[in-house]
Every structure is written in structure tokens, then in C-alpha cells.
């Protein structure tokens, strides 16, 4: 068995425990987490106790570094997982993180408590180096901490599918348990949420687990039955015979209840019937599909489209995963009567001899019929006496050999092609890029490629041709005796010919689509399809990896290296991969030398990194990096980069158009720009929008969207809580304000709110002591005239506070920021 460390939430005064423990891991805490346990570490026997409120702080700074260095603030499984992590960690009721390592002490002789003292030291040295990484904004600080770990980087550690970036190291008992809790009361049940707040009065006389997707229960009151939300909201009020508890099955959950001795299916949400309550069982026989049986009759309803096979059967219906059909079994036989899901009567078969093919069905041969046959979806015979079938997956377009020609047969158009010709050979393949309904077939004029969403052939049947090879990315190359031509869909047949055409190594895009070989000359085929020759520099690299190389691809580059090697002699250089080139340029960036940070980002962006073109959009359009600077040319890689959806792109250009750096000056454009990032996942974006309307320079203010923008970047880890502060005082919401002066972790900016709330009981008990060590604080950060004329009246005038000194100290600093003295 493995040894276990647990941690828990603990309210150190009243010594309260959340009622489940929020994680278990094998020995040792996960280094994702240690920011969350250092904070006011100690130790309280052999336990560990952490402080809550600043340990989720500084995980939320290492998070933040931790997106910053591998670029995922816009990968949504990133974000969506990390949002959870958060709101859960947030909602837990208590002050405290409790760490229970004895499950671990108890493998070593040495007493617990010095274990837990060591346990503390190492906890605290590496919350330290922790907090160093995330001033100095350098992960490379904590790569000693994964050499006895198995990972290689953070980036390895989020992305392992357990893990769940973060997310998977604690339990999803605990997160449900976060959000609500059934309480008793007097004999009844209700719920209330983790800090006590009432939800749902205690009304019910049970209260079911909640089901895990919607949190929705069952509940039941006076023998009654019916559904209440996890936010306390009755859904369906307890009026039902008998209840089941809610599934997941539609568009909305369902609920199964009893009315008069008759089973339903119930829409929770919207309260109305899916299945009418008429019937005496209620089965789901497959997603969307529901068996129903009424006198020993049975019938199947879909969510959608009501009643498809009436309630007639005398055995009930099973779906067929494998054809996506219904059927039911024949009494006396073998055979089962299938029907499609729109309700038509297909026939009787044998178990696997119905195929499913496109939309249509394959009767296979067997050893009653040695022929097989194709029908339609409503069972109508398309062609008999039929030997073999060949349909990919995708394909809408099928092949069937018959008295050993082969006919092409559209199931979408319901026709057959060709039928003037002989084809005695079929072949087809998909891969990415590979146009769906081709196939290579030879007819008695050699070999061609057919379209059979076209009716037309693509290349010709030519006796010239010995093969056609399907490549990756959707290209395919033609084989004339010793020499190849490139076929892809957009550009046809190639005028140029080549020795050999290969796919990339291992596949990789970053290397071009594909290889092509002429002579002692090697062309790259970039992603936008156009052809690029490879220079003499890259033999090199690309020999050093030419494992990656499958096959005969393998083999022809061997021969063409070595041919080369011999005529030019080794010139190859290996290059760099383009996050390695990333990593330089982002350095000499950091180190103000731009003219190599470009050099480096073009480099990157001619392998069509589209994250270059924005970095060097941003070196262009930088008027402070004036020797550089070249708005026009930037825009250029931004507009390039935009074109792909890239959030960081778009959201320049808006600044650009906002302040008139290479465009005019256009507000409207600069709006559409950051709404395209916005969209796209972008933070800032969100920041600029709210910018725009909170200081209502090129825009009318307007507190309302601005705050709705704010909020959303702050779900992005992109925080404006100095300006969400102002935006809710100056709507006088005071409840909302004090929340977010608590995020005011650098106590920056709350200070000068403080002073005022406390000095004029605005949402808290006036306390004028509160009110000026908080107008001292917030100077110490600022300057504020207003802060500074109420210390002065306080310390001069008041004569509950009157102090000469520090009157003094306050008049030299208003005098010194030249304000006012009244």
C-alpha cells in the first residue's frame, strides 16, 4: 500500500474541520502545490498547519508565471481547470490547510515529531525558492526540485492527463462538498453552503446525494417527491408519487417519476413531460433513446422526436452500438428485425451480417447466400449478387465488386459512376488534408484518381503510371517508372518531376509537409503549399534525424545524404528547433538587444511560427525601440498572425488603432480588434475594453460595461482590482468594494478606500483610528491630497488625535507634494 499524505481545511479558533479530506498524495506534496502549503507555515504536533487566504495568493502568482513561460493562458482544458481549481480552493469555509504526513512517518524509526519539524524546514526552504522564481519571473530557478520526481519541467507535470493541470490532485467529493451541504434541523433537511449561508431551508424530510454533473437531488417531503439544485432553487417541487434520481441523457437532466401508478420522464428544468406518464416501465436503451413498456408492449421514444417505434413489440429493443440500429430478437430463430433510428423496418438478420456503410447497409455474404447486398436506409435494395465491398469510414462514396468489375457507388447521391467502365482495381485511403470520395483506380487504360463528388477524374488513367502513393497532408505522389510528380487537391498535377517525394520527419509540420528530391538539390513543401528548396545547412540536422524517417522514405534519404556527401563533402549544420530559437530571442529581448531578438523571432517565423510574427509586430510598432521601429512592416506581421487567430495579434492591432502607431487613429477598429481577441481567449483584451470604458477618453464611460469586462479578464488572471474598486465606490456598492480590497494583496491601493469607509461608516462601523492609519498607508504607497488634508486635520485640530509631530511630519509632505493646506 502506498504511503498517503492528506491535507484538510481547519478553522484554527473553533477547531472545525471540512468534512472531507481535499487530497491524498503518495508521499510526498505535488510541486505544483507547494506555494499553497508555505504560507505561515508551522508545525502543531506532528501536523503541518498553513495559512489559507495567502497560500491560494501565491499559488495564483506561480500559476501565473506558470502560463506565462509555456504560453497557455489561451488553451482552454488550461483555464477551464485551473478557474475550477481556484473557485474551489476559494469556497473552502475554514483559515487553514492541515498537512497529515503519519501514514509517511510511520515508515522511518525516527519520532513524528521531529519528522514533522524536518518535514517543516524543507517545506519552508522551498516555499522561499518558490516566491524567488516568481520575483524574479524565472522558472529555471526550480529545476533542481524535478530530479528524483520523473518529470522533466512543470509544462510535463500540468499537462499529465491525471493531473488535469492542477485540478486532478484533489478529490471530487471534496469539490461538491465546497458548494453545498444537507443540514438537519428539528428533524427536517435543507442546505446551506460552506460558510454557513442558508440555501434551502430545512423543509424536506430527506435530501438525496446530489448528482455529480448538475448537482441536482432528489428530495421528498410528506412521501412526495421532486428535485431541488445545489443552489437551493426548487426545480420541481415534491408532488410525485415515486422518484429516481436525476441522468444525464438530453439536452437537460431528466428526472424518471411516478404519477398515478405510471412511470414519466420529466424535464427538470423546464418542468415539462419528455415521455408522458402512461406506462408501466421506462427503460433508456441508448443516449437520446428511451424504452417504454405498456401490457407487456414495448416501444422506444427519442428525446427529440417523440414516439419512433410504437409501443407494439412483444420483446423489448436493444440498440446495436456497431450499426447504430434498434432491433429485437425473433422468437424461434436466430435472426433479429432491426430498425433505424428514424423508425424504418430494415428485415431480419443474422447477427454481424448487417454492415453499416455511409448511409447505407452491407448484407454480407454467408453460408446460406454467397452473395452479398446492398440496401438504403429505409431498406430499399440498392444492387444485389455483389462479391465485395470496399467504404472508409468517411467516405459518402463506396466501391462494390460485382461479377468482378467494380462499381462506385454514391450513397449521398444514390446513383453509380462510371458504369461505362471496366475497373478492376480499387483503392482508397484518408488521412489529414486527403479529400474524402477519391479513389485510385485502374481500368483497362492504366491507372488514374477518381472524384466521385465530382463524377470526374482527377488524373486520368494513363498506362505511364505505376503508382499512386498516398502521402500525408493530403498529397499524393504519382509514380512514372523512375520518376514522381506531387498531386494535392488545391494545385493539381506538378509540371515539376522528382527522383522521390517523401513525408517530413516523424511526421512533424514544423519540418514542411513534405520532402522532395532532384538530383543533389532537396525542396521543402511549406504548409501553405508552396515549395521551398532546402539549404546545404539543414543536410546536417536533418541526417542527424533521419530516424524519424519511416520506411522507404528512410532508405531513399540514406542513399541521396550519402550521394550529396560525396560530391559536396559534409556541409550540413544542425539547426535549432524553433522553441529553442524562442527561448534566445525572448533572452536577448529581455536584455534590450532587439536587433538580435528579431533576427532570432524571423528565423522562428519562417518555419511559420505564428507566435513570432506577433513578437515581431511588437518589436516593429515599439516607438521606444527606435532603431527598430517600422510600424508599417510590424503591422504586417500582425495582420499575418491575425489571420491564424491569435489572440495576442489581434489585440495589438486594437492598441495600435487606438493610439494611431501605423493606423490612423479609429476607435470603432480598435474595438472590433480587442472584441476578436476577447473572443479568442485573450486577457488583456478584456483589460483594454474595460480601459476604454472606465476612463471614457474615446467612448462614452460607462462603469457597467467596464466592470463586466474587468470581471471577465479576471478569469483570464488578468487583474484590475484597483480599478474594479473605484468603478464599485463610485457606485456606492460597498459591500462589493470591501470584497475587493481584500485582493489588494500589496495593500497598493485599498488604503485611501479604507480611510474613507471607516471615517464615514460607509459598509463598515466608523472607527476614525482605522480611518487614519489607513490614510497613512495608503501615502505611504501614493500621494493623495485628500488623505494628506485628513491627517493634517486629525493630528492638528482634532484633540482626540492631536500630535505636533506627526502633524508636522504630514505638513512637510503636503507641502512637498504641493498640496493644499487648508
Known amino acids: 500500500m502506498a504511503h498517503r499524505i492528506y491535507l484538510?481545511?481547519?478553522?484554527?479558533?473553533?477547531?472545525?474541520?471540512?468534512?472531507?479530506?481535499?487530497?491524498?498524495?503518495?508521499?510526498?506534496?505535488?510541486?505544483?502545490?507547494?506555494?499553497?502549503?508555505?504560507?505561515?507555515?508551522?508545525?502543531?504536533?506532528?501536523?503541518?498547519?498553513?495559512?489559507?487566504e495567502q497560500g491560494i495568493v501565491q499559488l495564483r502568482y506561480f500559476f501565473n508565471l506558470l502560463a506565462d513561460s509555456y504560453q497557455l493562458h489561451y488553451k482552454k482544458n488550461y483555464y477551464e481547470s485551473v478557474n475550477r481549481m481556484f473557485e474551489f480552493l476559494e469556497a473552502l469555509p475554514y483559515d487553514s490547510f492541515v498537512l497529515n504526513a503519519t501514514d509517511v512517518f510511520n515508515m522511518n524509526e525516527e519520532k513524528h515529531k521531529v519528522q514533522a519539524k524536518e518535514w517543516l524546514l524543507d517545506i519552508q526552504q522551498k516555499g522561499k525558492l518558490y516566491k524567488k522564481a516568481i520575483k524574479t519571473q524565472n522558472l529555471s530557478m526550480l529545476d533542481s526540485l524535478f530530479s528524483a520526481c520523473g518529470y522533466a519541467s512543470f509544462l510535463d507535470i500540468l499537462q499529465t492527463d491525471w493531473i488535469n493541470y492542477g485540478l486532478g490532485y484533489f478529490e471530487e467529493l471534496a469539490y461538491q462538498k465546497a458548494t453545498?451541504?444537507?443540514?438537519?434541523?428539528?428533524?427536517?433537511?435543507?442546505?446551506?453552503?460552506?460558510?454557513?449561508?442558508?440555501?434551502?431551508?430545512?423543509?424536506?424530510?430527506?435530501?438525496?446525494?446530489?448528482?455529480?454533473?448538475?448537482?441536482?437531488?432528489?428530495?421528498?417531503?410528506?412521501?412526495?417527491?421532486?428535485?431541488?439544485?445545489?443552489?437551493?432553487?426548487?426545480?420541481?417541487?415534491?408532488?410525485?408519487?415515486?422518484?429516481?434520481?436525476?441522468?444525464?441523457?438530453?439536452?437537460?437532466?431528466?428526472?424518471?417519476?411516478?404519477?398515478?401508478?405510471?412511470?414519466?420522464?420529466?424535464?427538470?428544468?423546464?418542468?415539462?413531460?419528455?415521455?408522458?406518464?402512461?406506462?408501466?416501465?421506462?427503460?433508456?436503451?441508448?443516449?437520446?433513446?428511451?424504452?417504454?413498456?405498456?401490457?407487456?408492449?414495448?416501444?422506444?421514444?427519442?428525446d427529440g422526436n417523440g414516439l419512433i417505434l410504437p409501443v407494439e413489440s412483444a420483446t423489448p429493443y436493444v440498440y446495436d452500438y456497431d450499426t447504430d440500429l434498434f432491433f429485437n430478437e425473433l422468437n424461434g430463430t436466430h435472426k433479429r428485425r432491426y430498425y433505424t433510428k428514424e423508425g424504418y423496418y430494415l428485415g431480419d438478420y443474422l447477427e454481424g451480417d448487417l454492415v453499416r456503410v455511409s448511409n447505407c447497409f452491407w448484407i454480407k455474404p454467408n453460408k446460406l447466400n454467397k452473395q452479398g447486398r446492398l440496401i438504403d436506409q429505409k431498406g430499399s435494395l440498392i444492387l444485389a449478387d455483389a462479391d465485395q465491398l470496399i467504404c472508409?469510414?468517411?467516405?459518402?462514396?463506396?466501391?462494390?465488386?460485382?461479377?468482378?468489375?467494380?462499381?462506385?457507388y454514391h450513397t449521398s447521391n444514390h446513383q453509380f459512376l462510371l458504369e461505362n467502365e471496366c475497373i478492376t482495381q480499387v483503392?482508397?485511403?484518408?488521412?489529414?488534408?486527403?479529400?474524402?470520395?477519391?479513389?485510385?483506380?485502374?481500368?483497362?487504360?492504366?491507372?488514374?484518381?477518381?472524384?466521385?463528388?465530382?463524377?470526374?477524374?482527377?488524373?486520368?488513367?494513363?498506362?505511364?503510371?505505376?503508382?499512386?502513393?498516398?502521402?500525408?497532408?493530403?498529397?499524393?505522389?504519382?509514380?512514372k517508372k523512375d520518376v514522381y510528380q506531387l498531386f494535392d487537391f488545391e494545385n493539381g498535377l506538378s509540371v515539376e518531376l522528382y527522383d522521390y517525394i517523401s513525408n517530413p520527419l516523424n511526421y512533424r509540420t514544423d519540418e514542411g509537409l513534405l520532402f522532395l528530391y532532384q538530383g543533389t538539390n532537396l525542396f521543402r513543401v511549406q504548409e501553405d503549399k508552396s515549395i521551398h528548396q532546402v539549404e546545404v545547412k539543414e543536410y546536417g540536422n536533418i541526417y542527424v534525424n533521419r530516424y524519424s524517417f519511416r520506411g522507404k522514405d528512410l532508405e531513399y534519404f540514406i542513399f541521396f545524404y550519402n550521394r550529396w556527401n560525396a560530391q559536396a563533402g559534409n556541409k550540413g549544420e544542425q539547426l535549432m528547433d524553433v522553441e529553442t530559437i524562442n527561448n534566445m530571442a525572448f533572452a536577448a529581448k529581455e536584455n534590450q538587444n532587439y536587433q538580435e531578438a528579431l533576427r532570432l523571432f524571423e528565423i522562428s517565423a519562417h518555419k511559420n511560427d505564428v507566435d513570432s510574427w506577433t513578437e515581431i509586430g511588437l518589436l516593429l510598432t515599439d516607438p521606444e525601440i527606435e532603431s527598430l521601429f517600422d510600424p508599417q512592416r510590424g503591422i504586417r506581421?500582425?495582420?499575418?498572425?491575425?489571420?491564424?487567430?491569435?489572440?495576442?495579434?489581434?489585440?495589438?492591432?486594437?492598441?495600435?488603432?487606438?493610439?494611431?502607431?501605423?493606423?490612423?487613429?479609429?476607435i470603432k477598429k480598435a474595438i472590433q480588434a480587442y472584441e476578436k481577441a476577447a473572443k479568442l481567449g485573450d486577457g488583456m483584451a478584456l483589460s483594454n475594453l474595460g480601459d476604454l470604458y472606465y476612463f471614457g477618453v474615446y467612448v462614452k464611460q460607462h462603469y457597467g460595461k467596464s466592470l463586466d469586462f474587468y470581471q471577465q479578464a479576471e478569469k483570464k488572471y488578468y487583474y484590475n482590482y484597483d480599478k474594479i474598486s473605484e468603478i464599485y465606490y463610485q457606485l456606492r456598492d460597498y459591500q462589493n468594494l470591501l470584497i475587493y480590497l481584500k485582493n489588494d494583496y500589496d495593500r497598493s491601493y485599498s488604503g485611501i478606500y479604507y480611510g474613507i469607509l471607516y471615517e464615514n461608516s460607509l459598509g463598515v462601523k466608523a472607527d476614525l483610528k482605522k480611518a487614519i492609519k489607513y490614510f497613512e498607508q495608503a501615502n505611504a504607497y501614493?500621494?493623495?491630497?485628500?488623505?494628506?488634508?485628513?491627517l493634517l486635520y486629525y493630528y492638528g485640530e482634532d484633540p482626540t488625535f492631536k500630535n505636533e509631530q506627526k502633524f508636522q511630519k504630514w505638513k512637510s509632505f503636503a507641502e512637498e507634494q504641493g498640496f493644499e493646506i487648508g
Open 427 to 479: 483503392k482508397a485511403e484518408t488521412n489529414s488534408g486527403t479529400k474524402k470520395n477519391v479513389f485510385v483506380l485502374e481500368s483497362k487504360t492504366g491507372l488514374g484518381l477518381f472524384d466521385a463528388d465530382h463524377d470526374i477524374w482527377l488524373i486520368a488513367p494513363q498506362a505511364a503510371i505505376t503508382q499512386i502513393h498516398y502521402l500525408e497532408y493530403g498529397f499524393l505522389a504519382i509514380q
Open 782 to 790: 501614493s500621494a493623495y491630497e485628500y488623505a494628506t488634508q485628513r
Open 180 to 302: 453545498s451541504f444537507i443540514f438537519e434541523e428539528e428533524g427536517k433537511f435543507g442546505l446551506r453552503d460552506a460558510k454557513g449561508v442558508i440555501l434551502a431551508p430545512a423543509r424536506y424530510d430527506e435530501i438525496f446525494e446530489s448528482d455529480v454533473n448538475y448537482q441536482i437531488a432528489l428530495v421528498e417531503k410528506e412521501g412526495l417527491y421532486g428535485y431541488l439544485q445545489g443552489d437551493g432553487k426548487e426545480l420541481v417541487a415534491p408532488i410525485y408519487e415515486e422518484a429516481l434520481d436525476v441522468f444525464d441523457f438530453a439536452l437537460e437532466p431528466l428526472g424518471e417519476v411516478k404519477v398515478d401508478g405510471k412511470w414519466g420522464i420529466l424535464k427538470v428544468y423546464s418542468n415539462t413531460w419528455l415521455v408522458p406518464p402512461d406506462y408501466d416501465a421506462i427503460e433508456r436503451v441508448a443516449y437520446g433513446f428511451i424504452g417504454v413498456e405498456s401490457a407487456g408492449r414495448f416501444g422506444v421514444y427519442q
Open 392 to 408: 472508409l469510414d468517411n467516405f459518402d462514396a463506396l466501391a462494390v465488386r460485382k461479377e468482378k468489375s467494380w462499381k462506385i
Open 637 to 666: 506581421y500582425y495582420e499575418k498572425a491575425a489571420q491564424q487567430n491569435h489572440p495576442v495579434a489581434w489585440n495589438n492591432i486594437g492598441f495600435l488603432y487606438q493610439n494611431g502607431i501605423g493606423y490612423l487613429v479609429n
Open 8 to 52: 484538510y481545511n481547519y478553522d484554527q479558533k473553533t477547531n472545525q474541520n471540512f468534512d472531507t479530506y481535499l487530497g491524498e498524495w503518495n508521499y510526498e506534496i505535488p510541486l505544483l502545490l507547494y506555494p499553497l502549503l508555505a504560507e505561515d507555515v508551522k508545525v502543531q504536533g506532528v501536523e503541518l498547519i498553513a495559512n489559507k
